[in-house]
């Protein structure tokens, strides 16, 4: 199942990473465990983040995608399944569905 994974960085945090020569080669280094599909890097509510697309088997994969964010960053780390469009396809009979249904 494909995931968005939102990574924020406490500013204090980052910027420790960052003095120490640590931040990036971390990152790369968990990024390399974890193989997404794609990663962007920009700022969220002021500090540093990360949006991350990673295609997961199943939910007992989470722990090993969240704890190194939280372990080496103390990061804030939200998951949320996404689609897209073929995904999106095959769940539109379902939502037509839903619309005769509800709406």
């Not at 995931?3 to 945090?13: H, R």
């Not at 990663?39 to 997961?56: C, K, M, N, P, V």
């Amino acid at each position: 199942m494909r995931f968005l994974l939102i990574v924020t960085i406490p500013v204090e945090t980052g910027n420790a990473a960052a003095r120490a020569g640590k931040l990036g080669m971390t990152i790369g280094s968990i990024l390399a465990e974890l193989k997404p599909e794609a990663s962007y890097f920009t700022d969220r509510d002021g500090q540093r983040a990360g949006y991350i697309i990673l295609d997961l088997p199943d939910a007992s994969h989470i722990p090993a995608v969240a704890e190194p964010f939280f372990l080496a960053f103390n990061a804030k780390v939200e998951l949320h399944p996404v689609m897209n469009p073929a995904d999106l396809e095959k769940a539109s009979g379902t939502i037509d569905q839903a619309a005769k249904k509800y709406g």
